[in-house]
């Protein structure tokens, strides 16, 4: 079975430009988060969705942070515009309700905003 | 909320020794302990789990504790190998509600061959 699928692996941007990341769910799954790496602060969570809904946004950092599930096995988490202190490694995970809450994570996108 | 530490944050063992990393949690509603395992340029990857209905929990290598009354539980790897050089992570987390984790800082294990 494909686990989650995460695009763009790598990415360099200019300070100010839009970032948008992508991610694609474990099939059969129904809960999916954003998670943010750093040295400083490890493993944070940004966002949570249940059955495409926004259940917990409160790890999310400033407005111009975005996450959407525009459909059932698909999300995108937009950042605009981005500066230099964005740069991390996103993960997406996802896990399916009733499974006995293991999550399961992408192999991530990194960012670097120059 | 809930809090989680970990310790230690390095670790070096030589090839074959045992390894243990142990984790506290705050929160006594928590009843699910996931290990994860992150290799270099990749995703965290699952290795065992424990539910708090249960003390112990092995998989080959590898083992689980669980001390629900002292609120702590800790990851086992024996007969380490070089290929288990790697960042580890502990969270906890509830089977029911938000269903969020809140991971461990990170142990970085380095096994000397």
């Known amino acids: 079975d494909a686990g989650v699928i995460q695009s763009p692996r790598h990415e360099v941007t200019e300070m100010g430009q839009e970032v948008t990341l992508r991610c694609k769910l474990i099939?059969?799954?129904?809960?999916l988060f954003w998670y943010r790496q750093t040295m400083m602060r490890g493993l944070e969570l940004l966002i949570y969705?249940?059955?495409?809904?926004?259940?917990?946004d409160s790890g999310m950092p400033e407005d111009r942070f975005s996450a959407k599930m525009p459909n059932a096995s698909f999300s995108t988490l937009k950042i605009q515009p981005s500066e230099p202190r964005d740069s991390a490694v996103y993960f997406c995970?996802?896990?399916?309700?009733?499974?006995?809450?293991?999550?399961?994570f992408g192999e991530g996108s990194w960012l670097t905003v120059v | 909320g809930e809090n989680v530490e970990q310790h230690p944050s390095t670790l070096s063992v030589q090839e074959g020794d045992s390894a243990v990393i142990k984790c506290t949690y705050s929160?006594?509603?928590?009843?699910?302990f996931p290990w994860y395992k992150q290799e270099l340029g990749k995703g965290p990857q699952l290795i065992i789990d424990?539910?708090?209905?249960?003390g112990e929990k092995k998989d080959q290598r590898i083992a689980v504790t669980l001390n629900k009354t002292a609120k702590h539980f800790s990851l086992h790897i024996t007969e380490t190998q070089p290929e288990d050089s790697a960042v580890y992570f502990c969270?906890?987390?509830?089977?029911?509600?938000?269903?969020?984790?809140?991971f461990g800082t990170g142990t970085r294990l380095k096994v000397l061959a």
């Open positions: 995970a996802s896990s399916r309700t009733g499974s006995g809450n293991t999550i399961y």
């Open positions: 099939s059969g799954h129904n809960s």
């Open positions: 969705f249940n059955n495409n809904v926004p259940i917990d």
């Open positions: 929160d006594s509603a928590s009843n699910y």
């Open positions: 424990i539910r708090s209905n249960v």
């Open positions: 969270a906890a987390s509830m089977t029911s509600g938000t269903y969020k984790y809140i």
